[in-house]
């Protein structure tokens, strides 16, 4: 006696099928929107970095779609095995759960956070501002755009629908779970060893998608010797905990006065190794001091005069662009004029400043007897001509320094700095400036550097792609990105003999902490 199936498990068995075909159509449209969150993030250094990247952004936006499919519409192609009800509903459904995922990725981009209950506070502070700024037409327009991506969720599952049992004769649906599977699995399991190895260019990753929990096992290795708990924890500690989805700058708002009837001169050299036209009748005319210890430690020109204008170090370049900085932007908002110049333009490509290109403005302007604040990054040859041509009497407030990758620079000062103070680098140099025309502003809430009038730090940390750079009396200490470290002597050689100073460490890696936005 054969049994047929009766006609609501035949229609529940279509409707599970039509299921699993739209949900595999929506992660294909899910992983595409979600590749916003990879142009909004460091791209990974190195090849596991990479191979991470890609198998766990596929994977885990696959199954976070197909875990809603099985949440919010498997259960009811039984409750309600109607297939009109079904398709309406699974379109709704995927329609709006795309929209708060494209909103969580918008969120993201702009503030590094995912929607959340402990982002929620922040989320309605900022809306409110949103909302007001949102016109008539541009909710309309909202809406309209919403109802045109429903409409087109109705498409997807109508003609999905019609093809339904031609569909299920195609083989797909064991490879493509087995490749989703084996990325699954493989990402968890190369994030359970970078958690372990405190491997950066994995584990920066672990707040790139929503609702991400990578899985780690410290616990278990370490019950069976597979890890050392205390090495991890030192390691760990001597590690940059940064979101690299945002940076705090300033820290906290600024509140300080400017000398409205101040002058301040910055003349950074782009094209020479040592300041060959500072002859020693021209130091003595504009009582200048040579900083004995002055280090240019940055990777690139580009970094250096982001360096030079911020007061951070390369590891929070990426994502200041957005951010103006407080050299520039404080005096030109209390009055002081600010007249900035490059030779090369191209130079404030990927920095919120604008510069001029005019030498012979530039030039004149700082000749004459008027208050600002002028920086200018010039060629040997304008220094030249600005040394010559300008009468000393203007040039009161004056810093010289030039751009040598990652070497000890010449850098002159009439400023009241100890020509013999130990150590210092471009970063110190607009808090030097700052405080010098007047704002009094703590250090710290806009920069790594420190007033090297007022200096009371006798070690100074910058940062080379992902390593930190301590240097402390006639040492430098180097933190990778797991947390190794090593210590060199100033000629370069390695020390092994000099403990390593946890201390001095721990304090260099907060004060580089504190940029980074971590709510």
Same mark, same amino acid.
């Given at each position: 006696?054969?049994?047929s199936?009766?006609?609501?498990?035949?229609l529940v068995?279509?409707?599970?099928?039509?299921?699993?075909?739209?949900?595999?159509v929506?992660?294909?449209?899910?992983i595409?929107?979600?590749?916003?969150?990879?142009?909004?993030?460091?791209?990974?250094?190195?090849?596991?970095?990479i191979?991470?990247?890609?198998?766990n952004?596929?994977s885990?936006?696959?199954?976070?779609?197909?875990?809603?499919?099985v949440?919010?519409i498997?259960? &009811?192609?039984?409750?309600?095995?109607?297939s009109?009800?079904?398709?309406?509903?699974?379109? &709704?459904t995927?329609?709006?759960?795309?929209?708060?995922?494209?909103?969580?990725?918008?969120?993201?981009?702009?503030y590094?956070?995912?929607?959340?209950f402990?982002s929620?506070?922040?989320?309605?502070?900022?809306?409110?501002?949103?909302i007001?700024?949102?016109?008539?037409?541009?909710?309309?327009?909202?809406?309209?755009?919403?109802i045109?991506?429903?409409?087109?969720?109705?498409?997807i599952?109508?003609?999905?629908?019609?093809?339904?049992e031609?569909l299920?004769?195609l083989?797909?649906g064991l490879?493509?779970?087995?490749?989703?599977?084996?990325?699954f699995?493989?990402? $968890?399991?190369?994030?359970?060893?970078?958690?372990?190895?405190?491997?950066?260019?994995?584990?920066?990753?672990?707040d790139?998608?929503p609702l991400?929990?990578?899985a780690t096992?410290?616990?278990?290795?370490?019950k069976?010797?597979m890890l050392?708990?205390?090495n991890?924890n030192?390691?760990?500690q001597?590690q940059l905990?940064? !979101?690299k989805?945002?940076?705090?700058? @300033?820290t906290e708002?600024?509140?300080?006065?400017? +000398?409205?009837?101040?002058?301040?001169?910055?003349?950074m050299?782009?094209d020479?190794?040592?300041? =060959?036209?500072?002859? @020693?009748?021209?130091v003595?005319?504009?009582?200048?001091?040579?900083?004995?210890?002055?280090y /240019?430690?940055?990777?690139?020109?580009r970094?250096?005069?982001?360096?030079?204008?911020?007061?951070?170090? !390369?590891?929070?370049?990426?994502k200041l662009?957005?951010?103006r900085?407080?050299?520039?932007?404080?005096? /030109?908002?209390?009055?002081?004029?600010?007249?900035?110049?490059?030779?090369d333009?191209?130079l404030f490509?990927?920095?919120?400043?604008?510069?001029?290109d005019?030498?012979?403005?530039?030039?004149?302007?700082?000749?004459?007897?008027? @208050?600002g604040l002028? &920086?200018g990054?010039?060629?040997q040859a304008?220094?030249?001509?600005l040394?010559?041509?300008t009468?000393?009497? =203007?040039?009161?407030?004056?810093?010289i320094?030039?751009?040598?990758?990652?070497h000890?620079?010449?850098?002159?000062?009439n400023?009241p700095?100890?020509?013999?103070?130990?150590?210092?680098?471009?970063? +110190?140099i607009?808090?030097?400036?700052l405080?010098?025309i007047?704002?009094n502003?703590?250090?710290?809430? $806009?920069?790594?550097?420190q007033?090297?009038?007022?200096?009371?730090?006798?070690?100074?940390?910058?940062?080379? +792609?992902d390593?930190?750079?301590?240097?402390?009396q006639?040492?430098?200490?180097?933190v990778?990105?797991?947390?190794?470290?090593?210590?060199y002597?100033?000629?370069?050689?390695?020390n092994?003999?000099?403990?390593l100073?946890t201390?001095?460490?721990s304090?260099?890696i907060?004060?580089?902490?504190?940029?980074? +936005?971590?709510?």
């Open positions: 006696m054969i049994i199936e009766t006609p609501r498990r035949q068995s279509k409707l599970v099928g039509w299921g699993h075909w739209f949900t595999l929506n992660i294909v449209v899910a595409a929107i979600s590749g916003v969150y990879l142009f909004s993030s460091r791209v990974p250094s190195t090849l596991l970095g191979l991470y990247l890609f198998t952004w596929f885990h936006i696959g199954f976070l779609t197909f875990f809603g499919f949440i919010f498997l259960p &009811i192609c039984y409750l309600i095995p109607n009109r009800f079904i398709r309406a509903y699974g379109s &709704i995927a329609a709006i759960a795309l929209a708060m995922l494209a909103l969580d990725a918008l969120l993201y981009t702009r590094g956070l995912h929607l959340s402990s929620a506070e922040f989320i309605r502070d900022h809306a409110k501002f949103a007001a700024e949102v016109s008539s037409r541009q909710w309309a327009f909202f809406g309209l755009s919403f045109a991506w429903l409409f087109l969720q109705l498409l599952a109508n003609a999905l629908w019609k093809r339904v031609r299920q004769k083989k797909f490879p493509i779970s087995a490749a989703f599977t084996a990325m699995v493989f990402s $968890h399991a190369t994030h359970i060893w970078a958690d372990a190895e405190l491997y950066q260019p994995i584990v920066q990753q672990d790139m998608f991400s929990y990578p096992a410290k616990t278990l290795m370490s069976y010797g050392n708990r205390e991890y030192q390691r760990k001597l905990s940064i !979101d989805g945002a940076v705090t700058y @300033p708002p600024l509140y300080c006065v400017i +000398d409205t009837q101040a002058k301040a001169t910055l003349l050299v782009m020479a190794d040592s300041l =060959q036209s500072l002859e @020693p009748s021209m003595d005319s504009l009582n200048l001091n040579k900083l004995t210890n002055h /240019d430690l940055s990777l690139s020109s970094s250096a005069v982001k360096s030079t204008l911020y007061g951070l170090p !390369d590891l929070y370049h990426w662009g957005s951010h900085p407080i050299l520039l932007d404080l005096p /030109d908002k209390l009055g002081l004029p600010v007249h900035l110049y490059s030779h333009p191209s490509a990927t920095s919120k400043v604008n510069g001029q005019n030498w012979e403005i530039f030039s004149n302007s700082l000749s004459e007897a008027t @208050p002028f &920086i990054f010039i060629t304008e220094l030249n001509e040394l010559k041509n009468d000393t009497s =203007q040039l009161q407030k004056l810093f320094s030039h751009f040598s990758a990652n000890m620079v010449d850098a002159y000062t400023l700095i100890s020509p013999n103070r130990l150590l210092s680098l471009h970063e +110190d607009p808090a030097t400036l405080g010098n007047g704002c502003a703590k250090t710290e809430l $806009h920069s790594t550097g007033n090297l009038t007022k200096a009371n730090r006798t070690w100074l940390v910058t940062t080379q +792609d390593k930190v750079l301590i240097m402390h006639d040492l430098k200490i180097q990778d990105s797991r947390g190794n470290f090593v210590i002597n100033q000629d370069g050689s390695q092994t003999s000099t403990e100073n201390g001095l460490l304090q260099a907060k004060l580089l902490s504190k940029f980074a +936005d971590n709510e």
